[in-house]
């Protein structure tokens, strides 16, 4: 995730003047997003066959609702903002060949209008996303640290 969001800043708001660069760029960013579509709906499928422990039975209500509600969003976005990126990348006319080997593809054809919008929910989420994992990592010092209640142990 880190690789993809670092990525995508980069070509957001960094824009590499070398084109051949650029794409590289380009592929990198929407191939490792493929690898975490797929990562995601198998982590998913995981968890469902396999249910973490119950959080411990002392945890605040409103500890668990946004642990729940930050998880929940986190998968959401997992799945989406690799479609929506796809998506966004086929509306600009542009083809997407994960790592230039696997080629995917193309559900629609270019359209300028589409690709604005796709690529403004895309920008959303990442912004979005990076809160979340913001999120996340604050409740893992928070368990560490202030509930010491061996949360990340529970974990593995």
């Known amino acids: 995730m880190l690789v993809i969001i670092v990525a995508g800043l980069w070509i957001v708001y960094f824009e590499p003047a ?3 660069f650029k794409m590289r760029l380009y592929n990198v960013h ?3 997003g493929v690898i975490v579509f797929v990562l995601a709906v ?15 039975a002392d945890t605040p209500a409103w500890v ?10 986190l998968y959401a976005l997992l799945l989406l903002m690799p479609v929506i990126g796809f998506l966004a990348t086929n509306a600009w006319g542009f083809p ?12 629609i054809g270019k359209n300028e209008s589409l690709a604005q919008w796709l690529s403004l929910f895309h920008w959303c989420g ?4 990076i809160l979340l994992i913001g999120g996340h990592l604050a409740g893992v010092v928070y368990h560490t640290f202030v509930r010491r209640d061996g949360l990340l142990k529970r974990m593995t």
């Open 30 to 32: 929407e191939s490792l």
């Open 64 to 73: 668990r609702v946004c642990a729940h509600l930050t998880h929940g969003a």
């Open 96 to 107: 997407l060949s994960v790592f230039g080997v696997l080629p995917l593809p193309s559900p």
């Open 126 to 129: 990442a912004i979005t996303i």
């Open 18 to 20: 070398d084109e051949a």
């Open 42 to 56: 198998a982590r998913i499928v995981y968890r469902r066959l396999n249910p973490p422990p119950p959080l411990a």
